[in-house]
């Protein structure tokens, strides 16, 4: 069974489709990417698929279970995690605190021991320090799990926001644009932890214009141009693709021919 399936996925915004029918399967293992030009889709189809958008048309399957109506909170309890394309981090929690909130994800304490702080809760309080300390690890990040999450360097806020992904044990990880800004020493430090999440277990989808780093890493990719898939294939077949070469070249284009209006 597949770990991911989206059947015509849609999503209508007034006067354009951002997601236009998208079929997109994705098996349990490796690392999957999702390309394409700016505006093609990308980030909505990640919005579509851990629950902040609702979709137009559509359905989404997980593991099987169709999750299209379930709540943003209830698929990350079934194992999607995900980072966003903006930083989103507590800037004045510490680093530790942060991952911590990730953790809480997938905590199966009621609300009734919570509020009464029954052992169940103790000892699941105890195994959400325990994951979000193992995230910081998986990310390099240990050292810092005290610190104001706000002090950090971006590329390690970057890293921060995949260990607070990590800290909920996701099937499945979702990554909009992680190498974003990032200098060519981070990227390729990011390149190997992304490869450590795959070889660790964890399902791979990741949505990244750095194409050094999609091409080396992905085992599967999915072009997207104007919110629908106009390819899918190995980094080889997708290189030579013209329909891609032109989506990607026509663009480049229309970002010209805008600038030179402007
Ligand atoms: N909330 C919204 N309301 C209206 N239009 C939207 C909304 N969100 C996205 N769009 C539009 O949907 C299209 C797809 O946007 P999306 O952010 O998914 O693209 P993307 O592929 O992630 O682009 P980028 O590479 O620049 O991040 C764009 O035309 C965008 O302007
Ligand atoms: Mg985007």
Redesign the pocket.
């Known amino acids: 069974m597949n770990l991911l399936e989206t059947c015509g996925l849609t999503r209508r915004?007034?006067g354009?489709v951002?997601?236009d029918h998208v079929d997109l399967v994705v098996p349990r293992g490796g690392i999957h990417a999702v390309i394409?030009?700016?505006?093609?889709?990308?980030?909505?189809?990640f919005?579509l698929i851990s629950g902040l958008?609702v979709p137009s048309e559509g359905s989404i399957h997980l593991a099987g279970q169709d999750v299209t109506a379930r709540p943003t909170h209830v698929r990350a309890a079934l194992g999607i995690g995900r980072t966003f394309?903006n930083i989103r981090i507590f800037g004045e929690m510490s680093v530790l605190e942060n991952v911590l909130t990730g953790a809480h994800a997938r905590l199966r304490a009621s609300l009734v021991s919570i509020a009464l702080r029954l052992p169940g809760f103790r000892s699941e309080e105890r195994q959400a320090v325990a994951a979000a300390r193992e995230a910081l690890a998986l990310v390099g990040l240990s050292e810092r799990a005290a610190q104001p999450a706000s002090s950090l360097p971006y590329g390690d806020q970057r890293r921060l926001e995949i260990a607070r992904a990590m800290a909920g044990q996701p099937l499945l990880l979702l990554l909009?644009?992680p190498a974003a800004g990032m200098n060519p020493a981070e990227t390729t430090a990011l390149a190997g932890l992304v490869r450590r999440i795959a070889d660790a277990g964890t399902t791979v989808l990741l949505?990244e214009?750095d194409m050094g780093f999609v091409m080396s890493l992905s085992d599967h990719i999915t072009v997207?141009n104007f919110?629908r898939k106009i390819f899918e294939g190995k980094p080889a077949a997708v290189r030579s693709e013209p329909a891609v070469v032109e989506a990607y070249l026509g663009a480049r284009l229309a970002a010209k021919l805008r600038a030179a209006h402007a």
Do not use: M, R, W
């Open positions: 915004y007034a354009l951002a997601v394409g030009p700016n505006g093609a889709g990308k980030t909505t189809l919005n958008v394309q909009d644009e949505v214009h997207l919110g």
